[in-house]
């Protein structure tokens, strides 16, 4: 008698044993865990910390110096305006000295 194989049932075995091993391998998985260094991040998050005040205390320097901006700005245009009507009474007074020399 011959011996015959079962080729069909032999390939289904198979893949019954590899679908098995890799269930397994995939639920026994563990993710390495990595060392974490608490310090550091710690350290970090400070840092962060530090940056938003430091920016604070820029922000208080630019407005000062906006302010000191704005009132030079205020002194120009006021120190201007003087000017113009010291500018202006001049010739009043030489116009009427002329008009006095223009009388006699």
Request: aromatic share 2%; glycine share 0%.
């Amino acid at each position: 008698m011959a011996v015959t194989r079962l080729e069909r049932k032999g390939r289904k075995n198979k893949n019954v044993a590899k679908k098995r091993v890799a269930t397994i391998q995939r639920l026994s998985f563990v993710p390495v865990i990595k060392k974490v260094d608490v310090d550091a991040i710690k350290k970090e998050f400070d840092a962060k910390k530090v940056k938003p005040a430091e920016k604070a205390k820029k922000l208080e320097v630019k407005a000062e110096k906006s302010i000191k901006v704005e009132k030079s700005k205020k002194a120009k245009k006021l120190d201007s305006k003087a000017e113009k009507s010291v500018k202006v009474e001049k010739p009043e007074k030489v116009k009427a000295s002329k008009a006095k020399d223009s009388e006699e």
